[in-house]
Structure formats: structure tokens, C-alpha cells
């Protein structure tokens, strides 16, 4: 069986609303409540487990659960102030006969069924992947005093999304072995590269893209209205 862990339990502070961004609406229903529907109806997908912050559980129920009555979660749970410390609170209630965990931010709430299939049978074949994209953009390393330290090749710069998607034991080593060397990472793949193990990417897709400040809101209303007419 695989499990999902979805993420939810941040603040949303770059975004300026009022509500934590991931209630906000879009389109037909709030962000959170799009991300769990794909989840919910790919079949590789056996266990939801939804980390949230615990100060918005009423929120939660009467805006997502009550009315959208989702077969696979299993479990709600309180999420931690860092996003690891939410990933390893989902991690402890992962049922032990799940092979493969995927942890996917909630504000992705265009995440399609074909990247979560890339994900769990890449984790199957290579022990930890996670979705991304190649940059489009050149980057530039930088010094702390904003000169340019060196340019990396455009074709080795890919962007990290998730899904990212781990067999069960890789993921706990990874996040024990964090927490006994003091490490904070900004993902899990992070965590199993620290261990010195391989992290393989597979296909994301350029659509799939982090709400986080308020433009991601309009390029993800657009990128829905597209997607429905085709
Ligand atoms: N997240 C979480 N627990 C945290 C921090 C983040 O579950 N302590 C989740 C968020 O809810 C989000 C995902 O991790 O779905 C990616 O984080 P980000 O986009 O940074 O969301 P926020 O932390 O909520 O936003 P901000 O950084 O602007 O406050
Ligand atoms: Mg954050």
C-alpha cells in the first residue's frame, strides 16, 4: 500500500490573506480541498493523512471533511512550526504496512494523477524521487554581498516540486538522522541527500506550481480555466 502525506499546516504568511491560503478559494473549492481530490481519486493511492495546525481543526472540518466526505484519509493531525517537524509528526501515524509515502505540499493543488504514478513507481524502482522540472531561466550563484560567485549549466538546474515519494524506511532513516545531526531541511528529498543516498527526480510538470504569494492565485485560476476547456 502507499500513503500520502498532505501538508497543510503552515501559515501562508507570503500570501497576506486573512485565512491560511490553503482554505482560499479556487474556482469551485478552497485550494487544500482541489489537492486532496487528486489524491483521493488516484488509485495508487491507498492512505491520505492530512497535517494540519490545530488552531484551524473547526476550519477544516466544516470546509473540507464535512463537505467533502474523502474516503482515504485516515488520519488528521496537528502539524509543527517547521514544515520537517509537520512531515515527521505525518510520518509517525504512516500505517507500517505502507511501501511507499509521498509528501506533497497542500498549496499544489495542481498536482495531476500522472506525476503521483511517476512518483510512487520511481520511489518503487529507486528508493527516493521527487518531481521537478528543468529551469527555464539561467541561474546565478551568489555571494552574501550579491556578486556573482559562478553559473551553473542551464541542463544541470531543474526545479524541485512535490510529490516527492520515498520507500517508508529510506524516509524514517532520513528523518531521524536529521533530527540527530541538527538538520533543517526546505524538503525531504534534502534529508535522504544529506545521508549521502540518491534522490532521483522524475517528471513534474510546469503547471504544478506552489501557491504561495497572491499572483500564484491568478496563474492558478488561469491554468484551471485552460485545463477545462480542453
Ligand atoms: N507547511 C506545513 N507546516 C509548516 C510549514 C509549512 O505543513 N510548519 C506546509 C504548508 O501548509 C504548505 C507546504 O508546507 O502546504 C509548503 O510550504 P509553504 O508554501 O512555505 O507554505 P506556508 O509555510 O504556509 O507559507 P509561508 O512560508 O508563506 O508562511
Ligand atoms: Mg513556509
Not at 502525506?5 to 487544500?32: H, T
Not at 524541485?160 to 529510506?170: D, S, Y
Not at 549521502?196 to 491554468?223: C, F, Q, S, W
Request: glycine share 6%.
Amino acid at each position: 500500500m502507499n500513503s500520502a502525506i498532505i501538508l497543510a499546516a503552515g501559515k501562508g504568511s507570503r500570501m497576506k490573506a486573512e485565512l491560511n491560503k490553503q482554505y482560499l478559494v479556487l474556482k469551485d473549492k478552497p485550494i487544500i480541498a482541489h489537492t486532496i481530490t487528486v489524491f483521493e481519486n488516484c488509485p495508487l493511492i491507498d492512505e491520505i493523512i492530512l497535517v494540519i495546525n490545530p488552531e484551524e481543526e473547526e476550519i477544516c472540518k466544516k470546509r473540507i471533511l464535512d463537505r467533502f466526505k474523502y474516503k482515504k484519509i485516515t488520519k488528521l493531525i496537528g502539524g509543527g512550526a517547521e514544515r520537517q517537524r509537520s512531515v515527521h509528526n505525518g510520518l509517525n501515524v504512516v500505517d507500517p504496512r505502507s511501501q511507499i509515502v509521498l509528501v506533497h505540499d497542500g498549496a499544489r493543488p495542481l498536482v495531476t494523477s500522472k506525476i503521483i504514478e511517476r512518483c510512487v513507481k520511481g520511489a518503487q524502482a529507486f528508493g527516493a524521487v521527487s518531481a521537478g522540472v528543468p529551469i527555464k531561466e539561467t541561474i546565478k550563484i551568489m555571494t552574501k554581498d550579491r556578486f556573482v560567485q559562478y553559473t551553473p549549466k542551464r541542463e544541470d538546474v531543474w526545479i524541485t516540486q512535490t510529490p516527492q515519494a520515498f520507500q517508508l524506511e529510506i524516509i524514517k532513516k532520513a528523518h531521524d538522522f536529521a533530527i540527530l545531526h541538527e538538520i533543517l531541511g526546505t524538503d525531504d528529498a534534502m534529508l535522504v541527500e544529506h545521508m549521502g543516498e540518491k534522490v532521483r527526480m522524475v517528471e513534474g510538470d510546469y503547471e504544478n506550481i506552489k501557491i504561495t504569494t497572491p499572483e500564484d492565485l491568478i496563474a492558478a485560476e488561469a491554468i484551471l480555466g485552460y485545463k477545462r476547456r480542453l
